[in-house]
């Protein structure tokens, strides 16, 4: 297949791209290579793929120095002109739709950015698809969509019009318009909501990260909700596994849908930091602090929609995906610093 992927200099989709162009898939990347956070690990990310940082050109399509299959474009989701081009000439199979404006905090600081690339965005990946013949689209959600429901574990078919930032609000409305051009055009998308995903060259803003950086660097590390929180884990290579499953998919008879990509076994925040420090072998300082605007207590994911349509089956333990993440920390990281 030849597949667009958007956001691939970001921490999903360089995974995703990765493992698809090992399976032998065509891939166009597309990312805008933005500084919501430091643009040196997302370069490093798109090395991995073959693509040069000086070879980056905006708007400009450049080949993989390492996998012939693959081509990457820097570029906005906002820009509709270059998205249409792109789609009249690669002439895709399927579109997996990562890149976006991430972050639920950082939505209350800049909420223009969101609607941007959230909305518009989307926009224009939704009509690319209608006018140059797309019938399989999957595209991120989140699990932030859940907003203030309380029922747990959350389950596709619950109520998700109460969300408490304009991050989930944009997942949500990117829901509504997929179900809006499947129904009148019959493109299938499948959205995902992802449940707070971790592993090797994860984002510096999610708890992986910050509490790792912390511990090692002797620093101590905040603890929301005095540490009565929790979430579900979910380790990188069970997230792509359950992405390619739904892109291998054909058109059904039901082109809408919706599911939970989790682990479906939520953590507790002082386990979760618990086993960090077990891994780098050093105890953490804790600063407890109260609950930050729009975030949530604890999520919980129901995947058996997953499961029984496509085979989903998270099965990676949190030791050894910690142990895996701390692994590419010190080595990217640290001793990088050290050479």
Request: hydrophobic letters at 35%; glycine letters at 6%; one cysteine or more.
């Amino acid at each position: 297949m030849k597949i667009l992927v958007t956001g691939t200099a970001g921490f999903i989709g360089f995974h995703l791209a990765k493992k698809l162009l090992e399976l032998g898939h065509e891939v166009v990347g597309y990312d805008n290579i933005n500084d919501y956070y430091d643009i040196n690990l997302k370069y490093a990310r798109l090395n991995e793929l073959g693509i040069k940082q000086n070879e980056v050109k905006e708007n400009v399509l450049v080949q993989s120095s390492l996998y012939p299959k693959h081509k990457f474009i820097k570029a906005n989701l906002e820009n509709a002109e270059v998205m249409n081009n792109l789609f009249e000439t690669e002439k895709f199979d399927a579109v997996c739709n990562l890149a976006a404006q991430a972050g639920v905090r950082y939505s209350i600081e800049n909420p223009h950015a969101y609607i941007q690339s959230n909305v518009v965005g989307f926009m224009n990946i939704l009509e690319a698809c209608r006018n140059y013949g797309v019938k399989n689209l999957a595209y991120a959600s989140s699990s932030s969509v859940y907003g203030t429901n309380t029922s747990q574990p959350f389950k596709t078919t619950d109520m998700t019009d109460t969300p408490v930032s304009l991050y989930a609000a944009t997942k949500k409305s990117n829901e509504l318009m997929a179900h809006t051009y499947s129904h009148l055009y019959g493109i299938k998308t499948t959205g995902l909501r992802f449940f707070t995903v971790y592993g090797p060259w994860g984002r510096p803003d999610m708890a992986p990260m910050l509490f790792t950086s912390a511990i090692t660097e002797d620093r101590p590390i905040k603890v929301f909700n005095n540490g009565e929180m929790s979430r579900d884990f979910t380790y990188i290579d069970d997230i792509v596994d359950g992405i390619i499953k739904v892109l291998n998919d054909q058109p059904s008879t039901t082109p809408y849908k919706v599911y939970n990509i989790g682990n479906n076994a939520p953590v507790s925040l002082m386990e979760f930091i618990e086993t960090i420090e077990n891994s780098i072998g050093k105890k953490a300082e804790k600063n407890f602090m109260p609950m930050q605007d729009g975030d949530v207590v604890s999520t919980y994911a129901d995947v058996s929609g997953l499961m029984n349509d496509f085979g989903y089956k998270p099965d990676t333990d949190l030791k050894d995906g910690i142990e895996q993440f701390v692994k590419w920390y010190k080595e990217f990281y640290l001793n990088k610093a050290k050479n």
